[in-house]
């Protein structure tokens, strides 16, 4: 490995060793148009969560957030009127595994 091909490396895992916490969230809107909307804003703004609808409920959706845009995120749900869902231990595994960051403790 010559020197150049070093440098690549630490820097690569370097980023991996300290990724941006992520959040996870289950949010209720107050119909279908509610995640119509929320799609909408998200587009027009300059977040970048990933979301994905809910498919036993029209208005609901589960979210992953970066920790640097957590706030921005909460700021447009509350402004659309969406409520947040407390999750236990079991349903944040669940809601990482819908996401492909892990498997469902048992």
Known sequence: MNKMEGLQENTIYHEVSQ???IYYGYFIGENRKSVFKL???LYDSQLNPMIIKDADHQNALFAKV???EVDKFLKVI???NFKKVKLNKHSIDEV???FGDGWPSR
Request: hydrophobic share 35%; aromatic share 6%.
């Open 19 to 21: 990724p941006n916490p």
């Open 39 to 41: 799609k909408s804003a």
């Open 66 to 68: 970066l920790d640097c």
């Open 78 to 80: 509350k402004e659309l």
């Open 96 to 98: 990482k595994w819908v």
